[in-house]
């Protein structure tokens, strides 16, 4: 592939905050590449500089191509300009369109699948698939990035790292890498040990030859050679010492570094105690708003401990029945809830926390020993001592979902209802928290846009579709596959139809023609099996193969 653009020793400093230091890499014509990297890393920093927005500290950006014409897709929540009444997906569908059907050979989409529900995410996976250029992708969405890029560029404690593959390869050779540090960096320290063990070893022979150096001029007045032998062994050692100690001081400076683990995040959630009872059940519930209806008479249940996902397109009328879930909305029909159960929620949004507060403020704690207890928990999902006074406001919105997460797990919910959860939060993250859900033993009723989290927590779905909802004893990828093979199983069914349309149209034709061949030329039945012979050729141009 021809090399399209290059990035040389490549800084960006904001005062004495270094975003990225001397990077270098390369993006080679028709690449879909995705950028990676915990937020704040410098990831739309540097979609910014590659797109001429905001200049570099140091380092330079260099294309080798003319006529480069660059389209730059921003977070949606940076177009202040936006129609207000349009809604986060639609905001999203409106850049998208804007970028990707324009004159552009060379694209920059930053979040670019924010608030699209699945149908969404398909048609971009289809028009970037199509698109005839070289794309840059900063992204979340782990599924998309899986269908979409062929390389991934990680922003990482000020330096890049570049991974041949999409975002599942990434991952997976991230950690082998890791590992394979590790392990170099504890044999060069079993090696250091080794040597500090050597040396000591001689010190202790050199001071004894010294010791026996002095002792033989001593007995022998200086005579025999006694004092220089010993000398010599003792000068032989204090050289093997310097040479080990050079050595060591070496391998100090050139050395391996203890490889930096990423930043483990661990949510703990308490077991539920209660099992078995049914938490929610739905009679022939329906809600319509001006005659829209979102949905009609549908019955399903949900029983404690089960993890069951929500499943639909948006406007469908999902977020509705979360609502009418936590009492905060009416339905027709009947709506049981169980009210022994203690309900945790997570909303999609970030507001409803005390900005003027700290981090430690949004905490009830008793004494002492909780505290502790709060600031351990704190700690574990990435908030360390000195950012415990730090006040919300000056929180990213990744660190404030992180803390609605704790503060509802602080609750010991019995049900957690969570609406878009991962918003915001780094791809790691997201991760650990999925393992977290995994384990928990309560009830999950997940309403989410990532594919992946999908997958890995809910067994059980229920669908909003055609104004119904369904409940499906199984999850995702059961029924997404079910789909396809049910198209399948539609669209032979259509070429087995045809088939059998062109072989009767066939027969039809033969037999005209037949007629034809015993009628007299002009006659009124030659003109009508003519005229009939024409359209039944017409018809069968019609039908494509």
């Not at 014409?69 to 921003?74: L, P, Q």
């Not at 078995?276 to 979102?294: C, P, Q, T, Y």
């Not at 999902?381 to 990744?398: C, H, P, T």
Request: overall charge positive; hydrophobic content about 30%.
């Amino acid at each position: 592939m021809t090399v399209l653009m290059e990035s040389k020793n490549l800084s960006k400093e904001y005062g004495e905050n270094v975003i990225f230091n001397k990077i270098d890499f390369k993006i080679k014509l028709g690449e879909t590449i995705g950028i990676v990297g915990s937020n704040g890393t410098g990831k739309t920093t540097l979609a910014n500089i590659i797109c001429g927005k905001i200049e570099p500290t140091s380092g330079e950006i260099i294309w080798y191509k003319n006529n480069v014409k660059i389209g730059y897709m921003k977070q949606a929540t940076e177009y202040e300009d936006l129609e207000s009444t349009l809604s986060g997906g639609e905001k999203t569908k409106k850049l998208l369109n804007d970028v990707i059907h324009r004159d552009y050979n060379f694209l920059v989409l930053d979040e670019p699948t924010n608030h699209l529900d699945y149908l969404g995410v398909a048609y971009l996976v289809k028009e970037i698939k199509k698109f005839n250029g070289t794309i840059i992708i900063i992204s979340h969405d782990r599924y998309f990035l899986d269908q979409c890029v062929t390389r991934i560029i990680e922003i990482e404690n000020q330096k890049i790292t570049e991974y041949n593959g999409n975002y599942i390869y990434y991952r997976k050779k991230k950690q082998e890498d890791y590992e394979n540090a590790v392990h170099l960096y504890v044999e060069q320290e079993k090696i250091k040990n080794r040597i500090n063990m050597q040396i000591e070893e001689l010190e202790g022979w050199s001071d004894k030859a010294h010791r026996e150096s002095r002792k033989k001029a001593i007995e022998t007045g200086n005579k025999f050679g006694g004092k220089e032998y010993n000398r010599v062994k003792a000068k032989k050692m204090d050289n093997q010492i310097k040479s080990r100690i050079k050595r060591l001081e070496k391998m100090k400076v050139e050395g391996l570094e203890k490889p930096k683990e990423e930043e483990k995040v661990l949510f703990q959630i308490k077991e539920s105690k209660k099992i078995g009872a049914v938490v929610v059940e739905a009679k022939d519930i329906s809600k319509s708003f001006d005659k829209k209806i979102l949905f009609e008479k549908s019955s399903f249940y949900i029983k404690h401990g089960e993890k069951i996902g929500i499943y639909g397109p948006n406007g469908c009328g999902k977020t509705t029945f979360i609502k009418a879930l936590l009492g905060k909305m009416d339905v027709d029909g009947d709506l049981y809830i169980s009210p022994t159960r203690k309900i945790g929620y997570i909303s999609q949004d970030v507001i409803g926390l005390n900005e003027e507060c700290s981090i430690i403020e949004l905490f009830n704690f008793e004494n002492r020993q909780e505290l502790g207890q709060l600031r351990t928990k704190l700690n574990l999902i990435g908030f360390n001592a000195e950012m415990l006074d730090r006040k919300v406001k000056y929180l990213s919105l990744g660190e404030r979902m992180k803390l609605k997460i704790i503060l509802m797990i602080q609750e010991q919910c019995e049900v957690l209802i969570l609406d878009e959860p991962t918003n915001h939060i780094d791809l790691h993250v997201r991760e650990q928290l999925e393992e977290t859900l995994r384990s928990y033993n309560g009830t999950i009723i997940l309403v989410t846009h990532d594919r992946y989290m999908l997958e890995k927590i809910c067994d059980k779905l229920l669908v909003f579709n055609n104004k119904k909802i369904i409940r499906y004893e199984y999850g995702i990828h059961e029924y997404l596959n079910n789909i396809e093979k049910n198209k399948k199983k539609d669209k032979d069914k259509k070429s087995k139809n045809k088939l059998e349309e062109k072989i009767l149209l066939e027969n039809k034709i033969t037999y005209i023609l037949s007629c034809l061949s015993s009628c007299t030329i002009g006659s009124e039945e030659y003109k009508r099996l003519d005229e009939e012979y024409n359209s039944l050729i017409t018809l069968r141009k019609s039908i494509k193969d």
